[in-house]
Nanobody, 116 residues
Framework: QVQLVESGGGLVQAGGSLRLSCVAS????????MGWFRQAPGKEREFVAR????????DYADSVKGRFTISRDNTQSTVSLQMDDLKPEDTAVYYC?????????WGQGTQVTVSS
C-alpha cells in the first residue's frame, strides 16, 4: 500500500511558476514509476508527465513539454513537478500517481489556478 500526498498548488498569474510535490508513504517507493495527471473542470483526467522508478527516463504531454519538469528523490520518497511559464489552460487539479505492474495509487490532488 502506498499513500500519496500532494502539495504546492495555488493561484498564480500567467507566466509564473509553481512547484508541486508529492510525498509517498509505504514501502519500496523506488520501485514505482511516478507520474502527474491533471483534471480541469468538465474534462477528463489527462496525463502530464511521468518518470521511471530510477529517474533515468521521463516523458511529457506535448502541451507541457519545455515548460514542466518532473523529478524524484528516492531517498526522500518524493516526486516533484516544476511548472514554469504557466498558462490559464494549465488550471486544473493535479494528481500524483504511483504505478507498478497493474497496481496504481492516486493522491487526493492539489488545485492549480492560473489567472490571465
Amino acid at each position: 500500500q502506498v499513500q500519496l500526498v500532494e502539495s504546492g498548488g495555488g493561484l498564480v498569474q500567467a507566466g509564473g511558476s509553481l512547484r508541486l510535490s508529492c510525498v509517498a508513504s509505504g514501502r519500496a517507493f523506488s520501485t514505482y514509476n511516478m507520474g502527474w495527471f491533471r483534471q480541469a473542470p468538465g474534462k477528463e483526467r489527462e496525463f502530464v508527465a511521468r518518470i521511471s522508478s530510477s529517474g533515468d527516463n521521463t516523458d511529457y504531454a506535448d502541451s507541457v513539454k519545455g515548460r514542466f519538469t518532473i523529478s524524484r528523490d528516492n531517498t526522500q520518497s518524493t516526486v516533484s513537478l516544476q511548472m514554469d511559464d504557466l498558462k490559464p489552460e494549465d488550471t486544473a487539479v493535479y494528481y500524483c500517481n504511483a504505478r507498478k505492474y497493474s497496481t496504481t495509487y492516486w493522491g487526493q490532488g492539489t488545485q492549480v489556478t492560473v489567472s490571465s
